[in-house]
């Protein structure tokens, strides 16, 4: 038998339309920062809601086939804007390159299925292994933003060397050291070097794939090289050496720390309580990025801390 209130409720689920779900929105703001380059900036933080997970820099290279697109966002939704922007303003999408495997780069994949999607073999394979873990982390951070997000690895090694896409002429450098594969590229028309998360700038560097070494080595090659502007994976183009300087600075401030903390035989929340060292306080995503880093990359410095055990004696 219908009581009042179920009465009421059934009435109310008939006349009562549901209220719209508001979809968040991605705000694009694309600047070409040299002829035929172009930057959409993430922000300068961790993922939040409030972002949408739109915190590292898409690079977009105009070509006779439409845009190189290097990195496509956080989000299906986010790649969905900005493969829009792609198809209106640059003629479409000639091919995609995922720099690394983390998220924030390409999580946005699913708007560019019907595209070559190309990446480094081992960013390939950690893409295949980690998505629907990320998937699911990713959700709880960012609720509805991901809505319809699924991850889609990329399909296609990445060449390296000189490769020619729609005419353009781009050099593609595999390195290491924010992850097991890192790639680098640059345009050779502009001189403009897309770093990917070898670099930093302003904003806290991540340590969940760190090696320290192979990062330093990396950042002392990146600092050889001649380029006309730099994007990092993180921060402002810039047309100095500004992300390789403090980039490494970070790496060896941290990596200072952490030896002490060891050393000292200090219980890893000692090292989070003691903070990111002052001079890099300030940088966006911190102290946050510092704290993770530390839970991260305890136990490398733990394990190197420790006395070597046998030998002879
Ligand atoms: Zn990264």
């Known amino acids: 038998m219908l009581t009042r209130r179920h009465m009421m409720l059934g009435v109310a689920a008939l006349t009562v339309p549901l209220p719209a779900i508001a979809a968040p929105d991605y705000r694009l703001a694309p600047d070409e920062i ?30 006779s086939d439409g845009a190189v697109v290097v990195d496509t966002g956080g989000t299906f939704r986010h790649g969905t804007a900005l493969r829009a922007f792609a198809e209106q303003r640059l003629g479409g999408v000639a091919a995609v390159i995922n720099t690394h495997h983390h998220p924030d780069h390409w999580f946005g994949n699913q708007a560019f299925a019907d595209r070559p999607i190309m990446a480094l073999p ?4 950690a893409q295949a292994a980690g998505g629907q873990a990320l998937t699911d982390g990713l959700y709880r951070i960012l609720g509805s933003w991901m809505n319809g997000t699924a991850p889609v690895p990329a399909l296609q090694d990445a060449a390296t060397g000189d490769v020619t896409i729609g005419g353009r002429h781009l050099h593609l450098l595999p390195m290491a050291g924010h992850t097991q594969a890192d790639l680098v590229i640059t345009d050779t028309a502009t001189g403009t070097l897309i ?97 993770r880093a530390v839970v991260q990359r305890w136990a490398d410095f733990e394990n190197s801390a420790l006395p070597v055990i046998g030998g002879s004696v």
Not at 44 to 59: F, K, L, P, W, Y
Not at 122 to 125: I, V
């Open 34 to 63: 040299a002829d035929g380059v172009w930057l959409i900036p993430g922000a300068q933080d961790s993922i939040t809601r409030a972002n949408g997970g739109a915190i590292c820099n898409i690079v977009m290279l105009a070509t």
């Open 122 to 125: 081992a960013s390939r394979a």
């Open 195 to 291: 770093a990917g998360d070898m670099l930093f700038l302003d904003r806290a560097p991540s340590f969940p794939d760190a090696r320290i070494a192979e990062w330093r080595a990396g950042l002392a090659e990146l600092a050889q090289m001649q380029v006309s502007g730099t994007v990092p994976g993180h921060g402002p183009y810039h047309r100095d050496s500004r992300a390789v300087a403090q980039t490494l600075a970070y790496l060896n401030a941290f990596q200072a720390r952490l030896d002490m903390a060891a050393t000292m035989g200090l219980a890893p929340a000692e090292a989070l309580a003691a903070g990111p060292a002052p001079e890099f306080a300030g940088l966006g995503a911190n102290p946050e990025e510092y704290h």
